[in-house]
């Protein structure tokens, strides 16, 4: 097998779409055209010591996978029967630790030379490294003459890196063999089949629908558990903590499962595997449930937030809930959980990033936990998918299903890119894999996957997040699979090439940044509207300052009067915007003395704006003493997401409470335009 990461890499990524162009390789991996070829070269190398065909990659417009190579890597378990990959420094420390997890007899220097397949000098410096990974766990590998090399900890802090370092493993190409492996050397037999069969037993009896990737990951730590509870080594709860716990009707599957696997039903133990169904379930929501409470109240702070209001509040609510309910136990229980959009999310929609982190500050007070960037990340993709709004026709000429183990939040994105992207078809279900049948392809024109299906059938892999190059390789396939329309792609390194015989290009990163974002269709277009920056609407002709106004209605009058001097609003926009104060109450309120007063773009909407009212005296919002206010920002927003860029900056001004205090006490028009001007790219 390929034992260096980035052409492992590669190859996966090649089998699960067939073909594709040097565009969209070098746009998914972010590498240059080079480092690219580098990687090829490893790959036919290694598929020439198979005695494969090799992948032809050399001035290819699209790279084709050979069938051969496809069914080789799809079904092969190694081609000699063989462990033939090769440990990095990091997947040495993880597997270090794994093997200590399940080890039991004294584990020597040798032992680990013999694993690790490394000197003793370099197994000492790995212990070394393992325990600085190891620090913000609150455990740590110690040795002895008597015991050997152990871990050190409480039983609960030792199970904590397992799960994460399993996650590591598993979203590598090799990582189950790397698992079967240690597991092999450690003197454990046994595959995970018995324990997926008695997983989908409790399911079905119990009525649990599962976030299936997941599961993948619990299925293999269920493995590694059983092996250390069978040692008698057993985690400590608090008295209060089981109490609760017992209360939940997930005892009674948590116990079926044990006795499934064999494991001996100690009380505690009891209580971990429910904390673990807990983190992977959705599960129903009860009638008063706190949680589903506080996911109604993120979705209104949301709404106030990013000026946006959902026709649906309550659907957003419960769609939100059955992402936050097995979040809430991860969280608290510290169950890790990999994110792998997250740097996506980071970069592609930043602007929503921003406002859901400042969102859920508050609720980590309120809920005790710190909330993890994976989280917050999943929580931005949520609301995201809310708020992309699909192209629609009268009729639709083709239907379709989604099959997504990723969870609610994933689910909801793929279809609404997919709408998005063709307005001809249909999305009418998203299913997980436990439901998946091969009579859906009878079904439906169009299956769509974020995983690769085993059938020889034809669907189409679509992934949460999609780059424009991973979108135009998507909507080429479609078209001309489903209606027979072939798209024309820009190569961006043919046409920089042409350009350069003709022109001098100036900006050749700003071309190829800008090459990545067009699609030549023969059918269709789409035209993104531009997104302003802050210091684009917050000019000095929609900037005010004034000592005091009568009231709060007319507070807002006077905030929003340069956007209708500018034609930006209407009249009946500035209605709109009192009358939801009136009906909703001060939710406009942000933060002490701030508001940001807002209506639906179609109250009087005619292009984006903000402007700023900055008052020495406060207005009371509802003539109530409780919401004084001092700073108006009115946004007039013409759909979902084109003032989000320019808002997300503001919330991170507004995020400094010393911004705060220069905004409510400068009487400079300068000082507030530098503090603008400073908040206005990222």
């Known amino acids: 097998m390929i034992t260096e990461k980035r052409p492992a890499n590669l190859l996966q990524y090649l089998v699960r779409v067939k073909e594709a162009t040097m565009h969209q390789l070098i746009d998914h991996f972010q590498l240059t055209k080079r480092q690219i070829y580098y990687d090829f070269e490893k790959i036919n190398h290694w ?134 492996y240690i597991l092999k050397t450690s003197g454990a037999s046994g595959g995970t089949e018995g324990i997926k069969t008695a997983i989908d037993s409790i399911s079905e009896e119990f009525h649990l629908q599962f976030v299936e990737e997941r599961l993948n990951e619990f299925i293999h730590f269920l493995k590694l558990y059983s092996l250390r509870v069978a040692e008698g080594k057993v985690i400590q709860l608090h008295q209060e903590e089981k109490e609760m716990l017992k209360q939940n009707p997930l005892r009674f599957a948590a116990e079926k499962l044990l006795e499934k696997l064999y494991i001996p039903t100690y009380k505690t133990e009891v209580c971990y595997v429910m904390i673990q169904l807990l983190g992977l379930s959705f599960g129903s929501r009860s009638a008063d449930d706190p949680l589903f409470q506080m996911c109604e109240k993120l979705v209104l702070e949301f709404e106030s937030r990013a000026c946006i209001t959902f026709s649906k509040r309550n659907e957003v609510a419960e769609s939100l809930y059955r992402h936050i309910k097995p979040a809430y136990f991860r969280m608290k229980y510290r169950i890790p959980i990999h994110n792998p959009l997250l740097n996506k999310i980071k970069k592609d929609h930043k602007e929503l990033y921003t406002i859901v982190q400042k969102l859920v500050q508050p609720f980590e007070s309120c809920l005790n936990i710190p909330i993890p960037e994976e989280e917050i990340g999943f929580i931005t993709i949520h609301f995201c998918a809310m708020l992309e709004k699909p192209i629609q026709t009268n009729s639709f000429k083709k239907t379709a299903v989604i099959i997504c183990p990723g969870g609610v939040s994933s689910s909801l994105m793929v279809k609404r890119q997919l709408e998005s992207l063709f307005s001809e078809i249909c999305v009418e279900k998203t299913l997980s894999l436990q439901e998946y049948t091969p009579e859906l392809f009878d079904q439906y024109d169009a299956v769509f996957s974020t995983i690769e299906l085993e059938t020889e059938r034809h669907y189409y892999i679509a992934e949460p997040l999609m780059t424009p190059a991973e979108k135009s390789r998507l909507v080429n396939e479609v078209y001309q699979n489903l209606f027979g329309i072939k798209q024309r792609e820009i190569l961006t390194e043919e046409f920089i090439e042409l350009l350069n015989k003709h022109v001098r290009i100036i900006d050749e990163k700003g071309l190829r940044d800008s090459l990545k974002d067009i699609v030549f269709l023969q059918k ?159």
């Open 524 to 682: 269709a277009t789409e035209i993104r509207r531009k997104r302003p920056v802050l210091k684009e609407l917050l000019t000095d002709e929609t900037i005010q300052m004034a000592d005091q106004i009568t009231g709060w209605e007319e507070a807002i009058k006077k905030a929003a009067k340069p956007l209708l001097d500018k034609e930006v609003i209407q009249e009946e926009y500035t209605d709109a915007m009192i009358d939801n104060v009136k009906t909703m109450g001060p939710y406009m309120i942000i933060g002490p003395e701030i508001a940001i007063p807002h209506a639906r773009p179609e109250m009087g909407v005619n292009k984006v704006g903000m402007s700023l009212l900055k008052l020495k005296k406060p207005v009371y919002f509802l003539d109530d003493k409780q919401y004084p206010v001092k700073l108006l920002f009115c946004i007039a927003a013409v759909d979902q997401t084109t003032h989000l860029k320019a808002l997300s900056q503001l919330t991170r001004l507004l995020s400094n409470k010393d911004n705060q205090n220069v905004l409510k006490e400068t009487e400079s028009m300068e000082r507030v335009r530098d503090l603008i001007k400073a908040y206005s790219s990222y």
């Open 47 to 180: 598929l020439a010591g198979n005695k494969l065909p090799q992948i032809e990659y050399k001035r290819k417009n699209t790279v084709v996978v050979p069938e051969e190579v496809l069914q080789l890597t799809r079904n092969r378990t190694g081609a000699d029967g063989k462990y033939s990959f090769i440990f990095t420094q990091e997947e040495r420390i993880k597997a270090l630790y794994i093997f200590l997890f399940i080890r039991r007899e004294p584990i020597s220097s040798a032992h680990l030379t013999q694993l690790l397949q490394v000197s003793k000098n370099t197994v000492m410096n790995d212990v070394k490294k393992a325990n600085e990974a190891l620090h913000p766990f609150l455990v740590a590998v110690g040795y002895t003459r008597h015991q050997g090399y152990h871990l050190k900890g409480s039983e609960f802090d030792k199970r904590v890196p397992v799960m994460h370092y399993l996650s590591s493993f598993l979203r590598k190409p090799y990582g189950k063999k790397m698992l079967r």
